[in-house]
């Protein structure tokens, strides 16, 4: 069964980095691009981006330019997100989520369990 | 535009039909999903394309379209299925993503 594992939460101060990671079995992992997505504490849904797992090539959306990277290591099967210089308002839980995205409609059919990443002093 | 715009809360009586719905310019030219969250839970998708549901997915989950808003119904809503409700489609070039601000369901 396809699963997405994401690793555990996280505590950091203002400035510093972290690196989430989505580990995804049960499916070819370069037959699906990967989605990362936002939740501040209280709020809804925000599309971060994707990263095309064949290529590598990533695309961000607008607000989660510079600070924010997605990579691969396909050889694991793993995608990471990482975020630099990090702001309280970084706080959220971050989700991955697989994509299937064919002619008129894109849907996230499986996603991680969220990883919370806390930005405090 | 590239937004998607949803009602903040919608109520249903235990039992009867409700109807959540998605507006924005890109429904136009690609159809939403559906995903439900319930608190302390990743999002799970219920809706999607046309009217498409996932395996497991109770079949009073609908959808429909119709101009620039997409429609999530539920039929005869049951206790569990109070929760978040979210849309999401691409963005009017085709090349992005974008989430509704989601809906709140309560089941009374």
């Known amino acids: 069964q396809v699963q997405l594992v994401q690793s555990g939460s996280e505590l950091k101060k203002p400035g510093a980095s972290v690196k989430v990671s989505c580990k995804a079995s049960?499916?070819?992992?370069?037959?699906?691009?990967m989605n990362w997505v936002r939740q501040a504490p209280g709020q809804g849904l925000e599309w971060m981006g994707w990263?095309?797992?064949?290529?590598?090539?990533?695309t961000y959306a607008q607000g989660f330019t510079g600070r924010f990277v997605f990579s691969l290591d396909t050889s694991v099967s793993t995608a990471y997100l990482q975020i630099s210089s990090l702001k309280a308002e970084d706080t959220a839980v971050y989700y991955c989520?697989?994509?299937?995205?064919?002619?008129?409609?894109?849907?996230?059919?499986?996603w991680g369990q969220g990883t919370l990443v806390t930005v405090s002093s | 535009s590239s937004e998607l715009t949803q009602d903040p809360a919608v109520s249903v009586a235990l039992g009867q039909t409700v109807r959540i719905t998605c507006q924005g310019d890109?429904?136009?030219?690609?159809?939403a999903s559906w995903y439900q969250q319930k608190p302390g839970q990743a999002p799970v998708l219920v809706i999607y394309?046309?009217?498409n549901r996932p395996s497991g997915i109770p079949d009073r989950f609908s959808g429909s379209s119709s101009g620039n808003t997409a429609s999530l119904t539920i039929t005869g809503a049951q206790a569990e299925d109070e929760a978040d409700y979210y849309c999401?489609?691409?963005?009017?070039?085709?090349?992005?993503?974008?989430f509704g601000g989601g809906t709140k369901l309560t089941v009374l």
């Open positions: 989520a697989r994509a299937v995205c064919t002619n008129g409609v894109c849907r996230f059919d499986y």
């Open positions: 049960g499916y070819t992992f370069t037959s699906y691009a």
């Open positions: 990263i095309n797992t064949n290529t590598g090539n990533p």
């Open positions: 890109s429904l136009r030219s690609y159809y």
């Open positions: 394309g046309k009217n």
């Open positions: 999401n489609s691409r963005d009017s070039s085709g090349n992005l993503v974008v």
